[in-house]
Every structure is written in C-alpha cells, then in structure tokens.
C-alpha cells in the first residue's frame, strides 16, 4: 500500500500505521481507500483479534492533507459531497469493525485525525500530543467527523471546541475524555501492550458482540450512521464551495490570514 503500513504477529494483533510520516501523515483520496478497505478486510479476519491504529513518525495525523484540501476547493458542490462519503465511509469502517480498536496516539492529531481517535474503543495518547478541531479557521466544519467526536466528548464540551478551533493537551483530552490514558513516548508501548493483553483474555466473540452493545443502547448503530452520514457530507460539500469556505481554502493554500482574521 501506498500510505500504509499493516503488521501483524502470532497473537493476532493487527498494528495499521498511517505512514506518510514525512508530511505528518495527513488525509488524502488513497489513505482514505486503503484504511476502509484495510479495516473492511479486518472485519472479517478470523485471525484478527486486536487493532491498534497508530502514526508513523512523530505525529498520528495532521488531517487533511493541502493538496488534497486544494482539489477540493476547485471541486464542485456534489463532487465535494461524494469525496465526503468517502471519509464517512471510512470511519464507519473503524467504528463499527468487530474487533477491538486500540489508538495508539503518538503525537499531534488535528481535525480529521481527532475523528479517527473518536471512532477507537480504547485510545491512549502521548502526553506531548497536542489535539485540534481546527476547520472554522478555514471556514470549514468538522462535520462528517462530528458524530464521532460528539460521542467521545460529549454535546458540551464540542460546543465550545467545534467554536473556538483551539489547540488542547493530552491532559486535556483525557480529562473530556478523548483519550482514555495517556503516558510519556517511551511507555507509551507498554501501556498500549497492557490493553491488548487485557482484550487477549476475553472471550472473541464475546469482546465482538459487546462491541454492538453501545451503539444498540445508545441509537446509533451503523444504519442510524449512514442515514446521518447523508446529512453530514451534504453539509460540508456546501460550505466547503460556499464563498467563505472558498476563501478560507485560499488563505490557507495562500499561507495568509482569510478575510475575516483580525
């Protein structure tokens, strides 16, 4: 693959990489093919027991990627859309995987890369991570991510970090519950590894069935998600051609403050 890189061992653990470390391994069209076909194909691997998803380099994942954000822009309303679905499609594929997905967040995630954390069941991160909800900078939203999100940190406090675009901590997002643990770099194996044994001795099937239990209770099972996934990617395909969406695209391709930045 292209953009990843997939590793397994003897116990059934499955690591999938983001590898385009050079570049902080942001989103673009062939990342987001690999991981849902990666995560499609995982789905019904009998030898799979695990997942941890994880960043190469020093960063899990910047987002979007600016050539892909610069297609994008000169892209038409419903082509934005269809892009959009793609994303959406994506991370319904790690959400509702039925094995156990583990982010092991080993630095900065932003947008797109938040919306990947907030679709793993167990997420432990590097106390030197920095995190953001950053597209209203752009005159964007985090919308297609945002059903993730709001259920891992809850309504309130995405009212204010959808506003405010503000970067946060790991401490932070431990304590609104982004990540379940953080650690320093250098455990940051062994507490992920304490995770993975902790899975390993519970029954497969078990562990897999229990996955459905919270979307069950809580209404949103993967049905419930494409019918909001509609709605999302509609929403963002406008505003991403919407004159302000044009123009914050701009100023940041342009490396310059958008229009209305004091």
Excluded at 25 to 41: D, G, Q, R, V, W
Excluded at 143 to 163: E, H, K
């Amino acid at each position: 693959m292209e953009t990843l890189k997939v590793e397994s061992d003897d116990r059934g653990v499955v690591t999938v990489i983001l590898n385009r470390a050079e570049v902080h391994n942001p989103f673009n069209a062939k990342m987001i093919e690999e991981l849902s076909n990666t995560f499609e194909s995982l789905d019904n691997d009998d030898d799979c027991r695990v997942v941890v998803l994880t960043g190469a380099g020093k960063s899990f994942s910047a987002g979007a990627d600016i050539n892909w954000m610069r297609d994008m822009r000169l892209a038409s309303e419903e082509e934005n859309r269809v892009d959009s679905l793609q994303l959406a499609r994506l991370l319904r594929a790690i959400n509702f995987v039925s094995k156990p997905v583990i982010a092991r967040v080993n630095g900065h995630a932003f947008g797109g890369g938040v919306g990947l954390i907030s679709c793993c069941d167990i997420a432990i991160g590097a106390t030197h991570a920095k995190f953001g909800l950053t597209e209203v900078k752009l005159g964007l939203l985090p919308a297609v991510i945002s059903p993730y999100v709001v259920r891992a940190i809850g309504a309130r406090q995405a009212r204010r970090l959808f506003l405010t675009a503000e970067l946060f901590d790991a401490a932070t997002a431990l304590d609104i519950g982004l990540l379940h643990q953080c650690c320093d770099l250098e455990h940051l194996d062994d507490t992920v590894n304490a995770q993975v044994d902790l899975l390993l001795g519970n029954g497969p099937n078990a562990v897999a069935t229990a996955k459905t239990l919270v979307p069950l209770v809580s209404g949103f099972d993967a049905d419930k998600q494409l019918e909001i996934d509609q709605a999302t990617a509609a929403l963002i395909a406008a505003i991403r051609v919407s004159p302000e969406g044009q123009e914050g695209l701009s100023a940041f391709l342009d490396k310059r403050k958008p229009s209305w930045a004091s």
